[in-house]
């Protein structure tokens, strides 16, 4: 039988035969035909049960399970899951591909049944017999509250609301709305957009059907089927609340993978205290951090791209897994990072070749397969950009464009990294394996940054859109080698006495950690309030004023109460107040809730028109006519006329009347009662 050989910091395992003969087929697990055949039945029995069951959301644990029972990684039971979850992600975009051509679609009981079989397959040729490490560390409780506390305050503000009064935490922005038309779009052609382009026209607005990625938006909308358990989905309104609940969850996740991924660096000497400390420094930074501000301005890509990125980052430093995980988890991390957000596929570049080279010892004998099959992930990775750059993307002016942006915090983004290269280039560390990728990933993410910074000074002299969203690998990266940091504190404590008080000291200074790092990196106070009795820091923070509802938007109750009127079969105008901006918004809500969000292309010119309510000035009456006017007539031909909806009457039949004299015939429904007018200050980041 042949045994496992590793270094104390868990770099690649590799099998070495012990001394002495071995008896002929010893420890070789013999296949049984029958097992093969009731594993591919129960693959397909399982989903079309529970689909037909409508529980088809039960299918999505149990194929993190099954992914987490075969392979070999880890020691506890969360930390398989994490990297389970990692290759399921680049399981269902890499067979999306598939998915997307064949004739089923994303029906949730193909693409599953289509997984479970090709999982059991693999298990039954490498003679891998299921089975789950039931351990965990006292740490996992500070994994797990991670995801509790942010999840708690995410949804309060909309426990108990309906979907209609969901809208307004969903449509804060015109950027959820664009994402929202890509999630739309793969389910209404039944795969990837830029593999469906005429079809996806439809909608989204052209050409970003073959120019942006959609690696998150696919992940949701297969999800979705699982949830809703077909791939119909519905009702568009029970939709696009299920797609924001998502992704209240997929930011959870972000916060919590940060927390994982810090540990996991850290390793098997990362116990006690010292693994409190590392877990709560990071949670708590992420409590307190403006990278709620993704969320919140509709940035989804990005976070779950950077969710994507630190669980890529973290196994790639530490691969603490076989050979054959390895090649999973790395061509996992390259699909999946560069399907969701592509320039970001770099960084797991860079992480990439620091582990061929840190362990290449680890791969001799076994280069040809190793990079075959990272050529095939490559392959695979680039292809949605590929399309893009043979389509219509111009990279030079997008890398430059200008654009509201999340900046990333420059305490965290350089303190954290020179703290990060300080814990790497310590001795301690630096004789590991996992320090020295660790160290590559610190000084490449370094190189790219400041070449990036570098080419938009040369060619634009300033800083823009682009950059801003790259340094947030930075920040990941900052917070991840916290790990490292915790690695080389002091050891555990030495308590006199016997087990049970040396633990209990343990659980104290944990305890004392914990509470340390909330007050330092959270700004929790405990209860004390300032000498003038004002509130608590805490108060301010930005996801506990998420979580009293304060980022409701201008889109709340009144327009929730509008939504019945935005139905249509053809295209609407919504101008439902004297701001261009809500009309643009009301606009896009109504394209996307009648399944046209490809006729934004024409209707875009909304965003300038800044009609609708009462009191309108003739020259802003003028001007913004002429606006509506154009996008009007843009418009595709449709059965049914256009649908112009406004908040005032007299404004809405002089709409009418004015466009009949062009030619142009609408219907006009004016109804005072949708009147938007309840303020929001935060329509941009920083606004």
């Known amino acids: 039988m042949s045994t496992v050989h590793s270094s104390p910091d868990s770099g690649i395992h590799r099998p070495t035969a012990p001394p002495g003969p071995r008896p002929s087929g010893a420890g070789r697990r013999r296949r049984n035909p029958l097992v093969l055949v009731g594993g591919l039945a129960l693959s397909w029995l399982l989903p079309a049960g529970l689909i037909a069951l409508?529980?088809?959301?039960?299918?999505?644990?149990?194929?993190?399970?099954?992914?987490?029972?075969?392979?070999?990684?880890?020691?506890?039971?969360?930390?398989?899951?994490?990297?389970?979850?990692?290759?399921?992600?680049?399981?269902?975009?890499?067979?999306?591909?598939?998915?997307?051509?064949?004739?089923?679609?994303?029906?949730?009981?193909?693409?599953?049944?289509?997984?479970?079989?090709?999982?059991?397959?693999?298990?039954?040729?490498?003679?891998?017999?299921?089975?789950?490490?039931?351990?965990?560390?006292?740490?996992?409780?500070?994994?797990?509250?991670?995801?509790?506390?942010?999840?708690?305050?995410?949804?309060?503000?909309?426990?108990?609301a309906s979907a209609a009064e969901r809208v307004a935490y969903f449509a804060t922005s015109e950027d959820r709305l664009a994402h929202f038309s890509f999630f739309s779009g793969i389910q209404g052609v039944g795969g990837f957009n830029f593999l469906h382009q005429d079809a996806a026209r439809a909608y989204l607005i052209p050409p970003s059907e073959v120019t942006y990625p959609q690696g998150s938006h696919f992940l949701l909308a297969w999800t979705d089927t699982l949830v809703h358990s077909a791939a119909d989905p519905g009702d568009m309104l029970q939709t696009m609340n299920r797609y924001f609940l998502y992704l209240l969850v997929a930011y959870a996740l972000f916060c919590t993978a940060l927390v994982w991924a810090a540990r996991w660096i850290g390793g098997p000497r990362l116990r006690g205290w010292r693994a409190a400390a590392v877990c709560a420094t990071v949670g708590s930074i992420m409590l307190a951090s403006n990278y709620l501000d993704l969320l919140t301005h509709g940035f989804d890509s990005t976070f779950i791209g950077l969710l994507l990125i630190a669980l890529a980052l973290a196994v790639l430093i530490r691969p603490?897994?076989?050979?054959?995980?390895?090649?999973?988890?790395?061509?996992?991390?390259?699909?999946?990072?560069?399907?969701?957000?592509?320039?970001?596929?770099?960084?797991?570049?860079?992480?990439?070749?620091g582990a061929l080279v840190v362990h290449r010892r680890r791969f001799a004998g076994r280069w040809w397969w190793t990079l075959g099959a990272l050529a095939c992930a490559l392959a695979v990775a680039a292809l949605p950009s590929a399309l893009s750059v043979l389509g219509d993307l111009d990279v030079a002016s997008a890398s430059n464009m200008s654009g509201p942006s999340v900046s990333a915090d420059r305490s965290i983004l350089i303190g954290g990294g020179l703290l990060g290269l300080l814990a790497a280039a310590?001795?301690?560390?630096?004789?590991?394996?996992?320090?020295?990728?660790?160290?590559?990933?610190?000084?490449?993410?370094?190189?790219?940054?400041?070449?990036?910074?570098?080419?938009?000074?040369?060619?634009?002299?300033?800083?823009?859109?682009?950059?801003?969203?790259?340094?947030?690998?930075?920040?990941?990266?900052?917070?991840?080698?916290?790990?490292?940091?915790?690695?080389?504190?002091?050891?555990?404590?030495?308590?006199?006495?016997?087990?049970?008080?040396?633990?209990?000291?343990?659980?104290?200074?944990?305890g004392l950690t914990v509470a340390a790092a909330l007050s330092l990196f959270a700004n929790v106070q405990w209860g004390f309030l300032t000498t003038d009795d004002a509130p608590s820091a805490w108060s301010g923070n930005p996801l506990v004023v998420w979580g009293r509802g304060e980022f409701e938007s201008d889109m709340?109750?009144?327009?929730?109460?509008?939504?019945?009127?935005?139905?249509?079969?053809?295209?609407?105008?919504?101008?439902?107040?004297?701001?261009?901006?809500?009309n643009l918004k009301a606009t896009w809500l109504a394209s996307l809730l009648n399944r046209r969000g490809g006729d934004m292309k024409a209707l875009y010119d909304v965003h300038w028109v800044d009609i609708g309510g009462p009191q309108v000035k003739e020259e802003d009456y003028q001007r913004s006519f002429a606006k509506l006017k154009g996008a009007v007539q843009q418009l595709p031909a449709a059965r049914t006329a256009p649908k112009i909806l406004t908040a005032d009457r007299s404004v809405g039949e002089r709409i009418k009347r004015d466009l009949a004299k062009q030619g142009t015939t609408v219907t006009v429904v004016s109804d005072p009662g949708i009147l938007w007018t309840q303020p929001w200050g935060r329509t941009f980041p920083g606004g």
Request: cysteine-free.
């Open 320 to 353: 603490a897994m076989g050979f054959t995980e390895f090649l999973l988890v790395a061509s996992a991390g390259l699909i999946t990072v560069t399907f969701t957000y592509n320039i970001y596929g770099a960084f797991v570049g860079v992480a990439l070749l």
């Open 54 to 160: 409508h529980l088809g959301v039960v299918l999505l644990p149990l194929l993190l399970l099954a992914v987490a029972a075969v392979i070999r990684v880890g020691g506890v039971l969360l930390d398989r899951l994490f990297v389970a979850g990692l290759i399921v992600a680049g399981a269902v975009l890499s067979f999306g591909l598939v998915f997307s051509l064949w004739p089923w679609g994303l029906s949730p009981v193909a693409t599953t049944g289509t997984m479970f079989t090709v999982l059991t397959t693999a298990a039954w040729v490498g003679r891998r017999a299921p089975g789950l490490p039931l351990r965990f560390r006292w740490s996992d409780l500070l994994v797990l509250g991670t995801f509790a506390g942010f999840w708690h305050y995410l949804f309060h503000p909309v426990a108990g």
């Open 426 to 510: 310590m001795p301690r560390n630096r004789r590991t394996a996992t320090g020295q990728a660790h160290l590559a990933v610190l000084l490449g993410t370094g190189a790219l940054l400041t070449a990036f910074a570098a080419y938009q000074l040369h060619t634009i002299g300033r800083y823009s859109y682009y950059f801003h969203k790259m340094t947030a690998v930075g920040v990941v990266v900052a917070l991840i080698s916290v790990g490292a940091v915790g690695a080389v504190l002091q050891t555990s404590y030495r308590g006199a006495g016997r087990a049970l008080t040396r633990r209990l000291g343990e659980l104290a200074l944990s």
């Open 556 to 582: 709340g109750p009144e327009g929730a109460a509008a939504l019945t009127a935005l139905r249509s079969d053809g295209p609407v105008v919504a101008l439902v107040s004297n701001d261009d901006y809500k």
